[in-house]
């Protein structure tokens, strides 16, 4: 930018900031207006953006269909069961009986389950979810906004910002049943108190902090990694001025000569094999497959790595901090991090006891198979969601097999060229720098263990290999969710970006800002609307709490399945308040499914309920009978549609005179 250009635009951003801050009565009542008239616009967006849910609060859930969108019925309906003050919430009898299950790993959602047994107590736990979708879609922008905001003092600005982290596809991708992901209006708050606290160094901004950071653990625990790395790169990036060097090295001809060598090795092997199909050779005892070229391109790359770092040198360089802001911010990382463990302690403590007693679940960690990433040419496919043009866009991600959810990475084409204006003009430096950083950190994170280009699997090693080996951030699995922050920078840039235009007119601001809810549009959603078998309304009658058995059993946490589970089964359990044999919770210990496998009543039936299972010797009907009665299992569903011919002779003969209610899937039975 020219000395001069930049002087006004330093200039301009100096008047508003001056404009914003003025203390006169009637400028603040007027800004206040103006922030109600926004309050008012994201409002109404958001019900546009979720259209037509507003319409069947009681009577539809966003989805396809029953499958993780019932799960987080279920939460709210555990909360009001136990009571939101009761320490048992953090574990469950009413599933996996006779086990019981720990929720601590859970997607329990206890933020949102804390909303639907206090102030949404007076609705039923469906209008209370959608409820509750809906004011995370208002509370993702309107806290975008307040971020971006405190950061450029423009509301045009801030609007935008709204706009694009509100309205992101991440967001609409999620909207068809991950509600946990969704509450993230937690990000900004968390990063706003935690961007005042650094700037302005005061302890009461620090406090809030801490407090914000805990209601992020309260509500997703994806969020609760993304906002300490992202605090940490900001603090990093901020105070200790980090800048990226790039130096020439000497000359080493030889060295880099053999380099390149191995590499044009490498590339002949990986062509010969994939023309030729490969071969396995024999050295001496030992058998090498040369019949993928995963490897070769693997070391392929690492030689051309290695070709570039014999030429240059990288670095990261950090000026030196004044001790006594290094003390300021110590104090301030140290006040905040003592009021985030005072408040998460509900939550620590169960999940100290759970890694003492070996129940921690992490995903299995392989080199070569893992969650995968986006695509770069999701980056750039379009929005899969639009009313217009989402059709095709979908037709040709599922060509590259790139996922309908996880893998949605559109940016908008208005947000990104703001963005770059943000990142080239904005006048304060430090700022622009750390959004900047921002945005290329976790866009890296969310590309996951291998850089993936049009659905091939380029086997270059990206850093998110290295984060999956990481005892804690392992859990958070899915790359692809990074993309929550990669929209959130991308928001505030463009903030920054719009925030330095002319102030002439303000009807260039508010194009660009329906041009970005136009290209973010994903109105209709999808909506399921729910039908609950009479059955289960049967047994709610029945008054008492005895234990379901539903058939075919199964078994499901976020790692895999063993047997049948019916999908709409957490939902159906709000509705019979009964406890249930089996059933989904995110992280099963081994311990529980080997226990299932092996028992001598329930392991036959979970064998015998997978889908694709050969023929399972099962109890006979007498001892059937009797092996519920020791179990203390009270009731039998059986669902004729999925249930086996054996599976449903058995219960017949067992259970036949017993029969208390039947619809048109499913049957009821008591065990007398």
Same mark, same amino acid.
């Given at each position: $930018?020219?000395?001069r250009?930049?002087?006004?635009?330093?200039?301009?951003?100096?008047?508003?900031?001056?404009?914003?801050?003025?203390?006169?009565?009637?400028?603040?009542?007027?800004?206040?207006?103006?922030?109600?008239?926004?309050?008012?616009?994201?409002?109404?967006?958001?019900?546009?953006?979720?259209?037509?849910?507003?319409r069947?609060?009681?009577?539809?859930?966003?989805?396809?269909?029953?499958?993780?969108?019932?799960?987080?019925? &279920?939460?709210?309906?555990?909360?009001?069961?136990?009571? &939101?003050?009761?320490?048992?919430?953090?574990?469950?009898?009413?599933?996996?009986?006779?086990?019981?299950?720990?929720?601590?790993?859970?997607?329990?959602?206890?933020?949102?389950?804390?909303?639907?047994?206090?102030?949404?107590?007076?609705?039923?736990v469906?209008?209370?979810?959608?409820?509750?979708?809906?004011?995370?879609?208002?509370?993702?922008?309107?806290?975008?906004?307040?971020?971006?905001?405190?950061?450029t003092?423009?509301?045009?600005?801030?609007?935008m910002?709204?706009?694009?982290?509100?309205?992101?596809?991440?967001?609409?991708?999620h909207?068809?049943?991950?509600?946990?992901?969704?509450?993230?209006?937690?990000?900004?708050?968390?990063?706003?108190?935690?961007?005042?606290?650094?700037?302005? /160094?005061?302890?009461?901004?620090?406090?809030?902090a801490?407090?914000?950071?805990?209601?992020?653990?309260?509500?997703?625990?994806?969020?609760?990694?993304f906002?300490?790395?992202?605090?940490?790169?900001?603090?990093?990036?901020?105070?200790?001025?980090?800048?990226?060097?790039?130096?020439?090295?000497?000359?080493r001809k030889?060295?880099?000569?053999?380099?390149?060598?191995?590499?044009?090795?490498f590339?002949?092997?990986i062509?010969?094999?994939?023309?030729?199909?490969?071969?396995?050779?024999?050295?001496?005892?030992?058998g090498?497959?040369?019949?993928?070229?995963?490897?070769?391109?693997?070391a392929?790359?690492?030689? $051309?790595?290695?070709?570039?770092?014999?030429?240059? /040198?990288?670095?990261?360089?950090?000026?030196?901090?004044?001790?006594?802001?290094?003390?300021?911010?110590?104090?301030?990382?140290?006040?905040?991090?003592?009021?985030?463990?005072?408040?998460?302690? @509900?939550?620590?403590?169960?999940?100290?006891?759970?890694?003492?007693?070996?129940?921690?679940?992490?995903? =299995?960690?392989?080199?070569?198979?893992?969650?995968?990433?986006?695509?770069?040419?999701?980056?750039?496919?379009?929005?899969?969601?639009?009313?217009?043009?989402?059709?095709?866009?979908?037709?040709?991600?599922?060509r590259?097999?790139?996922?309908?959810?996880?893998?949605?990475? *559109?940016?908008?084409?208005?947000?990104?060229?703001l963005? &770059?204006?943000?990142?080239?003009? &904005?006048?304060?430096?430090?700022? /622009?720098?750390?959004?900047?950083?921002?945005?290329?950190?976790?866009?890296? *994170?969310?590309?996951?263990?291998?850089?993936?280009?049009?659905? %091939?699997?380029?086997?270059?090693?990206?850093?998110?290999t290295?984060?999956?080996?990481?005892?804690?951030?392992?859990?958070?699995?899915?790359?692809?969710?990074?993309?929550v922050?990669?929209?959130?920078?991308?928001?505030?840039?463009?903030?920054?970006?719009?925030?330095t235009?002319?102030?002439?007119?303000? %009807?260039?601001? *508010?194009?660009?800002?329906?041009?970005?809810?136009?290209?973010?549009?994903?109105?209709?959603?999808?909506? *399921?609307?729910?039908?609950?078998?009479?059955?289960?309304?049967?047994?709610?009658?029945?008054?008492?709490?005895?234990?379901?058995?539903?058939? @075919? $059993?199964?078994?499901?946490?976020? #790692?895999?399945?063993?047997?049948?589970?019916?999908?709409?089964s957490?939902?159906?359990?709000?509705?019979?308040?009964?406890?249930?044999?089996?059933?989904?919770?995110?992280?099963?210990?081994?311990?529980?499914?080997?226990?299932?496998?092996?028992?001598?009543?329930?392991g036959?039936?979970?064998?015998?309920?997978?889908?694709?299972?050969?023929?399972?010797?099962?109890p006979?009907?007498?001892? #059937?009978?009797?092996?519920?009665?020791?179990k203390?299992?009270?009731?039998?569903?059986?669902?004729?549609?999925?249930?086996?011919?054996?599976?449903?002779?058995?219960?017949?003969?067992?259970?036949?005179?017993?029969?208390? =209610?039947?619809?048109?899937?499913?049957?009821?039975?008591?065990?007398?």
């Open positions: $930018m020219k000395p250009a930049q002087a006004r635009s330093v200039r301009h951003f100096d008047d508003e900031r001056s404009q914003a801050e003025k203390s006169s009565s009637g400028c603040l009542v007027s800004e206040r207006a103006r922030h109600l008239e926004v309050v008012a616009l994201l409002c109404l967006v958001a019900v546009a953006q979720t259209w037509p849910l507003v069947h609060l009681g009577t539809a859930l966003p989805g396809t269909g029953p499958g993780d969108n019932v799960n987080f019925v &279920w939460n709210l309906w555990w909360m009001r069961h136990v009571g &939101w003050n009761s320490s048992s919430f953090f574990h469950t009898d009413y599933l996996l009986w006779p086990f019981g299950a720990s929720l601590v790993l859970h997607t329990h959602t206890i933020l949102n389950g804390l909303a639907a047994a206090t102030i949404l107590n007076r609705l039923s469906v209008e209370a979810q959608n409820v509750l979708v809906l004011a995370s879609v208002f509370l993702n922008a309107m806290s975008a906004y307040a971020l971006a905001y405190d950061v003092r423009n509301r045009a600005g801030s609007v910002a709204a706009t694009i982290f509100g309205g992101a596809p991440y967001f609409a991708a909207l068809e049943g991950h509600f946990n992901l969704m509450v993230g209006w937690v990000i900004p708050v968390w990063l706003l108190f935690a961007r005042r606290a650094a700037n302005g /160094r005061r302890m009461r901004d620090a406090v809030l801490g407090a914000a950071l805990a209601l992020v653990a309260y509500a997703d625990y994806y969020y609760l990694i906002s300490i790395a992202a605090a940490a790169c900001l603090l990093i990036i901020t105070h200790g001025r980090v800048r990226l060097v790039c130096e020439r090295r000497p000359s030889v060295l880099s000569v053999i380099v390149w060598l191995l590499a044009a090795l590339a002949l092997l062509g010969w094999i994939h023309f030729s199909g490969g071969t396995t050779l024999r050295v001496g005892g030992l090498v497959s040369l019949l993928g070229t995963f490897n070769p391109r693997i392929l790359w690492a030689t $051309m790595i290695a070709a570039v770092l014999l030429r240059w /040198r990288f670095s990261l360089r950090a000026d030196r901090v004044e001790a006594s802001l290094g003390r300021a911010d110590a104090r301030l990382v140290l006040a905040a991090g003592a009021v985030f463990c005072a408040a998460a302690i @509900p939550l620590v403590a169960p999940a100290a006891r759970i890694i003492g007693s070996g129940d921690y679940v992490g995903p =299995a960690t392989y080199f070569r198979s893992a969650s995968p990433g986006i695509d770069v040419v999701a980056l750039v496919e379009g929005n899969p969601r639009h009313p217009l043009v989402g059709r095709y866009v979908r037709q040709f991600a599922d590259l097999h790139i996922d309908p959810i996880e893998g949605v990475g *559109w940016l908008g084409i208005v947000p990104v060229v963005a &770059w204006f943000g990142w080239r003009r &904005w006048p304060a430096t430090a700022e /622009r720098r750390a959004w900047g950083w921002l945005f290329g950190v976790f866009l890296v *994170w969310a590309l996951g263990p291998f850089l993936t280009v049009w659905g %091939w699997n380029t086997a270059l090693v990206l850093p998110q290295a984060l999956r080996y990481l005892p804690i951030v392992s859990n958070a699995r899915v790359p692809g969710r990074a993309m922050m990669v929209y959130l920078s991308l928001a505030i840039l463009s903030a920054m970006g719009l925030a235009r002319s102030s002439r007119s303000r %009807w260039p601001a *508010w194009t660009l800002i329906v041009l970005t809810i136009v290209d973010y549009a994903g109105a209709p959603i999808p909506l *399921w609307s729910i039908d609950v078998p009479s059955v289960y309304q049967a047994l709610r009658a029945r008054g008492d709490q005895g234990v379901l058995l539903e058939l @075919p $059993m199964g078994i499901r946490d976020g #790692f895999g399945s063993r047997g049948s589970m019916d999908p709409g957490p939902l159906f359990q709000t509705i019979h308040q009964h406890p249930v044999v089996g059933g989904f919770v995110a992280r099963i210990p081994e311990r529980v499914t080997t226990a299932y496998l092996d028992d001598s009543l329930f036959p039936l979970l064998r015998a309920s997978e889908p694709s299972t050969q023929a399972v010797a099962l006979a009907p007498g001892a #059937f009978h009797d092996d519920l009665r020791a203390g299992i009270r009731y039998v569903i059986l669902r004729r549609s999925a249930a086996p011919t054996s599976m449903t002779r058995l219960v017949e003969e067992a259970l036949g005179p017993s029969l208390l =209610a039947r619809d048109a899937e499913r049957d009821l039975f008591e065990v007398r």
